[in-house]
């Protein structure tokens, strides 16, 4: 027995097929090409085809597929305050994630009104950019696209997994780094994306330190542990220290002011956040794309550079 729901926001992989997740089917719109084409586009660009030229466009909330759902459905296995939450509300978090927008289900979420932000997130593209490329059809008619439907499926695979959930709590800060990714001032940003680091560091050790020592233990230690915990170091050099006490310098003086105190201060931040979005896709089993520059970046940091 299954259901159909409307989906907004989703971007598909191609515009004319489905896309397989766990027991979910995902079914573009029979219009899906230009329901696209009206939704938020932050920049003009040029998409592979069948895309062609997108124009920029601040957009709408638009049902661009549906998704067909198994009856019954399995439990979630992130922590929803919901209590009618099921395995699909993972799956759309994730969607989320990986494509840079709110994609909202009807049923769930419109039957009001949709009061969330329409806009693409402002920062989570590497999880985007991690995904493997994959192609259809050959010769000049070959088609390009990210490998988004069994992406996610393998992301919801394994935070459903006995281990790492175990790991990493249930995958609370997920929401944190949900909420970190939207348009919104950077102070917000940077500082939710700085307690995740926090929160991330207790996970790793709170099996061996105490929960008031690892409060009392100093910033900069439980920043310099997960750049070497997700690969982001092999170990902490002179220069990476360096890096990590300016980081803990405009993490105070944020919390204490209330603004960062200069533009070097907000292009730091701009860089904690894209080392954030390396880390998450570690998380969720990726090899982080370097697009960004998140480690060529942290060494003109070390190095007192500009960014």
């Given at each position: 027995?299954?259901?159909?729901?409307?989906?907004?926001?989703?971007?598909?992989?191609?515009?004319?097929?489905?896309?397989?997740?766990?027991?979910?089917?995902?079914?573009?719109?029979?219009?899906?090409?230009?329901?696209?084409?009206?939704?938020?586009?932050?920049?003009?660009?040029?998409?592979?085809?069948?895309?062609?030229?997108?124009?920029?466009?601040?957009?709408?909330?638009?049902?661009?597929?549906?998704?067909?759902?198994?009856?019954?459905?399995?439990?979630?296995?992130?922590?929803?305050?919901?209590?009618?939450?099921?395995?699909?509300?993972?799956?759309?978090?994730?969607?989320?994630?990986?494509?840079?927008?709110?994609?909202?289900?009807?049923?769930?979420?419109?039957?009001?009104?949709?009061?969330?932000?329409?806009?693409?997130?402002?920062?989570?593209?590497?999880?985007?950019?991690?995904?493997?490329?994959?192609s259809r059809g050959s010769g000049i008619e070959t088609q390009y696209a990210r490998a988004l439907g069994s992406g996610v499926a393998?992301?919801?695979?394994?935070?459903?997994?006995?281990?790492?959930?175990?790991?990493?709590?249930?995958?609370?800060?997920?929401?944190?780094?949900?909420?970190?990714?939207?348009?919104?001032?950077?102070?917000?940003?940077?500082?939710?994306?700085?307690?995740?680091?926090?929160?991330?560091?207790?996970?790793?050790?709170?099996?061996?330190?105490?929960?008031?020592?690892?409060?009392?233990?100093?910033?900069?230690?439980?920043?310099?542990?997960?750049?070497?915990?997700?690969?982001?170091?092999?170990?902490?050099?002179?220069?990476?220290?360096?890096?990590?006490?300016?980081?803990?310098?405009?993490?105070?003086?944020?919390?204490?002011?209330?603004?960062?105190?200069?533009?070097?201060?907000?292009?730091?931040?701009?860089?904690?956040?894209?080392?954030?979005?390396?880390?998450?896709?570690?998380?969720?089993?990726?090899?982080?794309?370097?697009?960004?520059?998140?480690?060529?970046?942290?060494?003109?940091?070390?190095?007192?550079?500009?960014?």
């Amino acid at each position: 027995m299954t259901k159909d729901l409307e989906v907004y926001n989703l971007e598909f992989e191609w515009p004319d097929e489905k896309m397989q997740i766990a027991a979910y089917t995902f079914i573009p719109k029979a219009d899906y090409l230009s329901r696209y084409k009206r939704m938020s586009h932050a920049l003009p660009f040029l998409r592979p085809a069948p895309y062609g030229n997108i124009p920029e466009s601040n957009g709408m909330h638009i049902a661009t597929g549906s998704v067909r759902v198994p009856i019954p459905e399995r439990e979630p296995c992130l922590p929803w305050a919901r209590s009618d939450a099921t395995e699909l509300d993972d799956i759309i978090l994730l969607l989320s994630l990986f494509t840079q927008r709110r994609v909202l289900l009807f049923d769930k979420e419109n039957m009001e009104g949709i009061v969330a932000d329409h806009r693409e997130f402002h920062y989570g593209g590497t999880l985007e950019l991690s995904l493997p490329q994959i192609s259809r059809g050959s010769g000049i008619e070959t088609q390009y696209a990210r490998a988004l439907g069994s992406g996610v499926a393998e992301a919801s695979a394994l935070i459903r997994s006995e281990k790492w959930q175990s790991t990493y709590s249930e995958g609370r800060f997920l929401f944190m780094y949900f909420a970190a990714c939207h348009r919104q001032i950077l102070e917000t940003s940077f500082l939710t994306c700085w307690t995740i680091w926090e929160h991330l560091f207790r996970l790793h050790n709170e099996r061996w330190i105490s929960l008031g020592s690892l409060r009392r233990l100093a910033a900069k230690e439980k920043i310099a542990f997960i750049l070497t915990k997700y690969g982001l170091r092999e170990k902490i050099s002179e220069a990476d220290w360096k890096s990590v006490e300016r980081f803990t310098r405009i993490r105070h003086r944020l919390t204490h002011d209330g603004a960062f105190e200069s533009a070097d201060d907000t292009k730091a931040a701009d860089l904690f956040i894209r080392l954030t979005e390396f880390v998450v896709a570690k998380i969720l089993g990726l090899e982080p794309s370097k697009v960004f520059s998140p480690l060529e970046r942290l060494d003109r940091f070390g190095r007192g550079e500009l960014l």
